[in-house]
Structures are given as structure tokens and as C-alpha cells.
């Protein structure tokens, strides 16, 4: 079928077609607002379908009377006998942009593999500077462990989970345990602290990233870019505000495992970011577990079988196991996939191209479109959204490198 480039009509229909609906030529001559007045799109624009077997509590306000973003979803299995332990998605999105509907986690099934799944919303860096985000992720655990025994969770095995922007809030919530300076509002008394951290491609310490950038990579120092708007103020102009923000600031011998995963040829945050993380961690003796994707991008090239296994297992040791991991340093490679992470409802990978993208979008062939500035369906974003980070980019495009090996 032809597909218009106009407006967000033309997203639509090529929403609709994308997905295998069939429409008149009548209505596709009419324009998207004929589709709309219909039941089965109205249907498909709704938050994505649960998977079987599992129930959703959405919207659950972990701040009484806060801001509209301090919410969560909770994602439970309509049948469980004893508690469960749980894990928590941050989204990404350049601390500016995300929403809590991508959810990685409950995408792939986790609830099917007996454990609870929450995904939240925190204050974007519009709404409020660092560090409120930080202080949200912390208060949605505080309320989540306060309400354990609500939602048959166990509090003692609580994990988080997170992307880019949200890889670098895990990295926080995991080494930020003792910091009671990012623990203010309601239940006070109750522990922030996580029993493990998986940390993708997550900034670790702001002022380094230009200097390890690859070539034609995203500039951070300027003012206007999104570190420097987390915080306020160009950071190396702001260096005591930067490293307030760096999870490497605050690593301890007492933060739980960690699991963090990075491409090397990353052009938003590079994979020097992890091996500060990981050198620091390894230093204080934590058990940290680092994964280097040779080839793979800004989340582009972490399909694949390895790396799900990989995440799976590091869960089920964390939060399922009746001890701890042992605290050794670990170093592993593999070689960035071609296919788009399991069951993440990308399988087949979007149609659109990125000029196409761009045309419809009105950007530069080197912008990025974020969730709120997308004039689609949200359910097409999502599926556009190949790596998880709630931005549109050319990352998201681009032909994935080779299948993954085993580099020993």
C-alpha cells in the first residue's frame, strides 16, 4: 500500500499497514481519523496487551499528592504462593524524555519466570534538576519494600534494571545505599537499598565522556547537552554538581552485584563510562560481572540469545539464589547480533526508514526524536524504538553487525 508523508495521519496508516490490518481505500484516502472512529485501532492505541498469565497495577502513585511522573506499574502473576522477588525498570531517555510504559522485563517474560515487575516514571530534567530524579527511583523502592506484604513481594530481593539515562539511575541506586542525602519524603524508615543492579550503557562519570567519545560521537560538555541539563550548568564549569551525579562517587565494599552491559562502539555514552564503573567497583571489592559487545551501539546489537540468558542469570543468582554472589570482578565479550532482543515486540524490526523518519518528523538526518515529540501512535514508537532508550535515532535504523560469538 502507499503510504502518505504527512502529518500524523500518514503515521498512522503506516501504523495500521505496518501491522498487517487491512483498510479500504476509502479510508486511507480519508486520513487516520477514519481509523480512529473504528473499534480496532481504538483497541491497538491502549497500553500494550499483558502478557498471559499476568495481572497489571498501573499508575500507582509512590508520592501522595506528587508530581503526575512519580507513578509505577506493577506487574504480578495472577497465581503466586509465595513472595516474590521483584524487578524494577528505569527507563532512559537522555533524563528529558521515557515513560514507564517500555518494559523490557515484562516484555521478555519475567513474570512467567516467577518474578514481580515494576517499571516507573521519575521527574524528567524539565520538570526538576538532580537530584530529583534520583531521590524519585529511590522513593518508588522505599514505597514498593513499605507495601511488600500488599503485593506478595519479598523485600528482601529487590533488583533494578535500566537503560542509558536509566542505566546511570540503577548504577546510583546501587552504589547510593548509604547515601541518606538521596532518601527524603515518605518512608523514611524503610531501606532503599537493592540486592542487585543491571546497569546498560549508563554514564558513571560525567566529565569523562568527551574526552573518550569515538569520533563523531555525541558531544556532553556543552551546555545544552543532556548531562549539562541534568544539572543546571555546563558541567565542566560545574564539576562538584557533576560528580554528586557520577555513581562512581559513591561506591562502597557493602553495594550489591552488579551486571553491566556496553557496546564499544557506542556514539551517545562510551564504553569507557563502563570501565570506570567496573574498575571502581572491582577495586572495592564488589562483585561485578562486566559485558563488552564488540561492534554493538547505543543498545543496538544486544539481541540474541547469550545476552538474555546472561541477564536471567544474573537475576536468578541475585534474587533467587539462598546466597549471594561471590565477590569476584568478572570481564566477558561477545560480537553484537543481528537480531533485535527477544521478546521485546520488535522482532521484525520497523519498516519505516530513518529518511522516512525524518520526513514525517520534520528533523535532520543526524536529530533524535523523543516520545513526546513523536507525532505517531505510541504503540508505533515502541516498536521503532529498537534499543529501549525512548529516543528515535539513527542508532535504531542502522543494519545491526554480525550474529553473536563466544571471544575467549
Known amino acids: 500500500m502507499k503510504k502518505r508523508a504527512f502529518g500524523f495521519g500518514s503515521w498512522c496508516f503506516g501504523f495500521v499497514s505496518d501491522f498487517g490490518f487491512r483498510v479500504s481505500s476509502l479510508a486511507a484516502s480519508a486520513g487516520c481519523a477514519v481509523l480512529f472512529a473504528g473499534a480496532t485501532l481504538a483497541a491497538v492505541a491502549q497500553a500494550p496487551s499483558l502478557p498471559v498469565g499476568v495481572k497489571a497495577q498501573r499508575d500507582l502513585a509512590y508520592v501522595s499528592g506528587g508530581h503526575e511522573r512519580q507513578k509505577l506499574d506493577l506487574f504480578l502473576p495472577e497465581k503466586a504462593e509465595a513472595p516474590l522477588p521483584l524487578i524494577i525498570w528505569i527507563h532512559g531517555g537522555a533524563w528529558s524524555a521515557g515513560s514507564k510504559e517500555g518494559c523490557p522485563p515484562l516484555r521478555q517474560g519475567f513474570v512467567a519466570r516467577g518474578y514481580a515487575v515494576a517499571s516507573l516514571n521519575y521527574r524528567l530534567s524539565g520538570d526538576a534538576l538532580f537530584p530529583a530524579q534520583i531521590e524519585d527511583c529511590k522513593a518508588a523502592i522505599r514505597w514498593l519494600r513499605a507495601h511488600a506484604k500488599d503485593y506478595g513481594l519479598n523485600p528482601d530481593r529487590f533488583g533494578v534494571w535500566g537503560s542509558s539515562a536509566g542505566g546511570h539511575l540503577v548504577a546510583l541506586v546501587g552504589t547510593s545505599g548509604d547515601v541518606q542525602a538521596f532518601d527524603v519524603g515518605a518512608n523514611p524508615g524503610v531501606s532503599s537499598r537493592v540486592q542487585a543492579v543491571c546497569d546498560y550503557y549508563g554514564p558513571t562519570d560525567l566529565t569523562q565522556m568527551d574526552a573518550h567519545a569515538l569520533p563523531g560521537g555525541q558531544k556532553h560538555d556543552p551546555t545544552n547537552s543532556p548531562e549539562s541539563r541534568l544539572i543546571g550548568g555546563a558541567i565542566q564549569e560545574n564539576k562538584a554538581k557533576a560528580a554528586r551525579v557520577n555513581p562512581i562517587t559513591y561506591v562502597t565494599p557493602d553495594d550489591p552485584p552488579f551486571l553491566i552491559v556496553h557496546g564499544d562502539a557506542d556514539p551517545l555514552v562510551p564504553h569507557h ?60 565479550e561477545s560480537v553484537a547480533s543481528s537480531a533485535p532482543a527477544a521478546n521485546t515486540g520488535a522482532q521484525r524490526g520497523p519498516r519505516f526508514t530513518w529518511e522516512e523518519v525524518c520526513r514525517r518528523e520534520g528533523v535532520a538526518a543526524d536529530g533524535r526524536v523523543t516520545r513526546q515529540q513523536f507525532k505517531g501512535p505510541p504503540p508505533l514508537f515502541d516498536r521503532l524504538d529498537r534499543n529501549h532508550d525512548s529516543v528515535l535515532s539513527k542508532d535504531d535504523f542502522d543494519a545491526a553487525p554480525a550474529a553473536p560469538r563466544r571471544l575467549n
Request: proline share 5%; glycine share 16%; with cysteine.
Open 273 to 332: 563510562q563502563s570501565e570506570l564503573l567496573f574498575a571502581a567497583l572491582k577495586q572495592a571489592g564488589v562483585s561485578v560481572h562486566f559485558h563488552t559487545i564488540k561492534g554493538a551501539g547505543h543498545g543496538q546489537g544486544f539481541g540474541g540469545r547469550e545476552i538474555e540468558d546472561m541477564v536471567t542469570g544474573f537475576f536468578d543468582a541475585c534474587l533467587k539464589g539462598s546466597t549471594p554472589p561471590p565477590a569476584k570482578a568478572v570481564q566477558t
